[in-house]
Nanobody, 120 residues
């Protein structure tokens, strides 16, 4: 059974940093594009970033480019999102999922998400 478990969220002041983690199990993690998606209060889910199966290609939404860094460890089956220079508009529940910018919405594999709140 495919499983994704996100962690690392929390409350942080504007300008601060957080590192999100996603533990994957039940599928061949190293063979798939992986993505981070977020859902702000009262809004739909939006794609944030993705990374190719071998980790050699990454892609970011304009809103986070230059501030967020996606990475993965295919030995540990882990996906990460380093978030720097956080803004209040980054407040959302963050999810990892299988897929990339144009396919994440088709994924049937989702974790419970981790809450990120950026506030002073």
């Amino acid at each position: 059974q495919d499983e994704l478990v996100e962690s690392g969220g929390g409350l942080v002041q504007p300008g601060g940093s957080l590192r999100l983690s996603c533990a994957a199990s039940g599928f061949s993690f190293k063979d798939y594009y992986m993505a981070w998606v977020r859902q702000a209060p009262g809004k739909g889910r939006e794609w944030v970033s993705d990374i190719k199966s071998d980790g050699r290609r990454t892609n970011y939404a304009d809103s986070v480019k230059g501030r967020f860094t996606i990475s993965r460890d295919n030995v540990k089956n882990m996906l990460y999102l380093q978030m720097n220079s956080l803004k209040p508009e980054d407040t959302a529940v963050y999810y990892c999922t299988i897929g990339r910018q144009d396919t994440w919405h088709l994924s049937a594999t989702w974790g419970q998400g981790t809450q990120v709140t950026v506030s002073s």
